[in-house]
């Protein structure tokens, strides 16, 4: 099996910064991607950061340009810089990942999700 462990998030006035981190572990062969998604109350699942193994990192419109994300291929991590926070980027942040096991099955695997709220 495949576990991710999120950290960060918190509470921060608008304008400031937040970081978050995952990190994935377990039965992992090979990893092809590992991002992030948030969902705020009643919205729907919003995918915010995407980082292929072998492509260009992706990020949502309502982000690009505050928003970093990089990983540590080598250690399976990925993190999340969060800069010019607005009350809107509040939401439950998850972190994934594309995993193939060393079973040689590919799955989907989710963090536990970690609360951000943007508020004064």
């Known amino acids: 099996q495949v576990e991710l462990v999120e950290s960060g998030g918190g509470l921060v006035q608008p304008g400031g910064s937040l970081r978050l981190s995952c990190a994935a572990s377990?039965?992992?062969?090979?990893?092809?991607?590992m991002g992030w998604y948030r969902q705020a109350p009643g919205k729907q699942r919003e995918l915010v950061a995407s980082?292929?193994?072998?492509?260009?990192?992706q990020y949502s419109d309502s982000v690009k340009g505050r928003f970093a994300s990089s990983r540590d291929l080598t250690e399976n991590t990925i993190n999340l810089q969060m800069n010019s926070l607005k009350p809107d980027d509040t939401a439950v942040y998850y972190c994934?990942?594309?995993?193939?096991?060393?079973?040689?099955?590919?799955?989907?695997?989710w963090g536990q999700g970690t609360q951000v709220t943007v508020s004064s």
């Open positions: 377990g039965s992992i062969y090979s990893v092809y991607i």
């Open positions: 980082v292929p193994t072998t492509a260009a990192t």
């Open positions: 994934y990942a594309v995993v193939r096991t060393r079973s040689q099955v590919t799955n989907t695997y």
